[in-house]
DNA sequence: GAAATAGTGTCTATAAGACAGTATTTT
DNA sequence: AAAATACTGTCTTATAGACACTATTTC
C-alpha cells in the first residue's frame, strides 16, 4: 500500500473545471449554456467546462477563468468556487471530478454567440452529466448569500441605483424588503461611492441618485451584520 | 482541439482528498495531524489524506469516510465538503487537486495512536503542502458558520447540557453570548430533545437538563434565523 | 399642478440583552 | 443555611418595519 504501487495502479481520474455563469434578465435569473461539440453528450446544451489543462492552468480557479473568457469571451465576472463534484456515476466515461465554479455578471455583458444560450435557472432544465445539480447549488449559494451579502450587487450593471439595486435583492430573495430598512444595511456595509450622472431613462419622476460599487469590493465580498431577510428559513 | 486528442496530451492530475478532523478540548480547537509514511514530506505531520481510490470510493465524500475510518478509527463524523485546493504549485510530485472535507467529532471519540497527534489551530503550525491554509479555511468555516447554524452541535458528546453548548459556541465566537438569548435561539430551532438523567460529575449546585441532537439534525444543520453573533464582522 | 418615483423622518413593532429573581443541588 | 450553578420572568435597549412626508423630475 505505498504511495508508488498504487500510483501505478490507480485508474486515470478526469479532472474537469465547470462554471455557471449566471445573470439576471427582467424575465429572471438565467444560467449560460453551451452547446456540446463532442462526445459525450454531443449537440446537447451544457455548462460551460471542460479539461483541466496542467501545463497552461496554474489552478483550477485559471482554468475556469481560461474557458470562461475563450467560451463566452467573457473575461473579468466575478468567480467564486462553488463546490466540486465527482464519482463513478456523472460521467459515462469514467470516475471524474469536476471542480465547479459560479460567475456573475450583469445583463449587458451577455452577447449573442453561436451555441450559446441563457435558459432560466427555475425551468426544468434537462441537462447532461450532473449538470443540473451543479447548477441548482449555485442558484441556492447565490440566494443563501443574498440573505447577508453583497453579492448580489456583482449581477449589476458598472453604475446603478439603489432602487435598482433593491430590486434585485428582492427578485433573489423572492420577497419584498423593507426600502428603509435595504437602504440602512447598503449604507451600513459602506460599499457603494457616489457616481455623477443620471440614468438614461427620462422618465416623468425624480431620478435616483447612481452609485458604482468601490472598488475593493470588486472580488471581495462585505457581510452585512444582520442580513437583508424577513423570512426565517434556513439555506445553505 | 478535440476531446480525444486532448485526453492523449494531458499530464497525470493528481487527485487526493484532505481531511480536517477538528475536535474541542479544554485548550481550543485541535487538528488531527498523522505523520506521513511516504515521500514527499516523509515523517512530516500533515492533514489525513490521499489518493483517491477509483474502484473502492463511489465519490470524494466517500474517500473522505474512508481515509477518516481507515488512518484514524472514527466512522461517523460529521462530514462536509469544504473546498478544493489545486494547482501546479502545491504538491512537488506535479499538479494536483485535494478535495478538502472538514469533520467534527466529541472530544471523547478521539483515542491515542501511533503517528496521530493533536495541534491547536491557533498555534503557528508548519505544515506540508497547503495543508495550513487548507486547515485555515475550514476552522473560518467552522466560526463562521457558528455565527448562525447548529453546527457546533456536532462537537458536542451525544449527550450535554445546554450551559455546555453555550461554551462551545464562546470558545469557538470568541465572545460571551447572553444566556438568555441563546436559549431562547437554541429552542427556536427545535433541534434539541431533552434526556433523562444527569451530568457524572457530582457538584455542589443545581444540575443541568440534558439534551441530546434530534436524529434529522446529525447530519442536516439548523440555521437559525438571526444568528448568535454580537459583533459586526463579516466572515467566510 | 398632476403623476410618478426617489429619498427621509419618525413612530411602532419585534428581537436581543441586562438583570434580578427562583430552583435545585452538595456540603 | 451557604454556595454554586441552572433556569426563568421581565424590563430596557437596539434593530427592523410601517407609514407618511418631502424632493425632484416630466408632461
Redesign the interface.
Known amino acids: 500500500m ?3 504501487s ?2 501505478k495502479n ?4 478526469i ?1 474537469t473545471v465547470d462554471v455557471v455563469l449566471l445573470t439576471l434578465q427582467p424575465q429572471g435569473l438565467q444560467v449560460a449554456l453551451l452547446q456540446r461539440e ?2 459525450p453528450y454531443r449537440g446537447a446544451y451544457a455548462l460551460p467546462g471542460g ?5 497552461e ?4 480557479r ?1 482554468a475556469a477563468m481560461r474557458m470562461l473568457r475563450d467560451k463566452t469571451g467573457i473575461a473579468m465576472p466575478y468567480l467564486e ?1 462553488l ?2 463534484f ?4 456523472r460521467d459515462p466515461r ?2 471524474s ?1 469536476s ?1 465547479a465554479y459560479y460567475a456573475l455578471v450583469a445583463a449587458s455583458v451577455i452577447q449573442a454567440q453561436a451555441g450559446l444560450r441563457w435558459a432560466d435557472v427555475d425551468a426544468n432544465l434537462e441537462l447532461p452529466f450532473d449538470h443540473k445539480q451543479i447548477v441548482d447549488t449555485a442558484v441556492a449559494r447565490l440566494r443563501s448569500k443574498s440573505q447577508y ?1 453583497s453579492l448580489p450587487c456583482h449581477l449589476m450593471e458598472e453604475v446603478f441605483s439603489l432602487p435598482q439595486l433593491q430590486r434585485v435583492y428582492e427578485t433573489l430573495l423572492g420577497e419584498e424588503i423593507n426600502k428603509v430598512s435595504f437602504r440602512r444595511k447598503i449604507t451600513e456595509m459602506a460599499i457603494l461611492q457616489e457616481v455623477e450622472g443620471q440614468t438614461d431613462e427620462r422618465s416623468a419622476h425624480r431620478p435616483a441618485q447612481l452609485y458604482r460599487l468601490k472598488p475593493e469590493f470588486r472580488q471581495q ?3 452585512s ?3 437583508f431577510r424577513l423570512g ?5
Not at 10 to 13: N, Y
Not at 86 to 89: M, R
Open positions: 505505498s504511495l508508488h498504487e500510483g490507480v485508474t486515470q481520474i479532472c463532442h462526445e479539461f483541466i489543462h496542467p501545463q492552468d496554474a489552478n483550477a485559471a468556487q463546490a466540486s465527482s464519482g463513478i456515476a469514467g470516475w471530478v471542480i451579502s465580498l462585505q457581510m451584520a444582520r442580513g426565517h428559513d434556513g439555506a445553505n
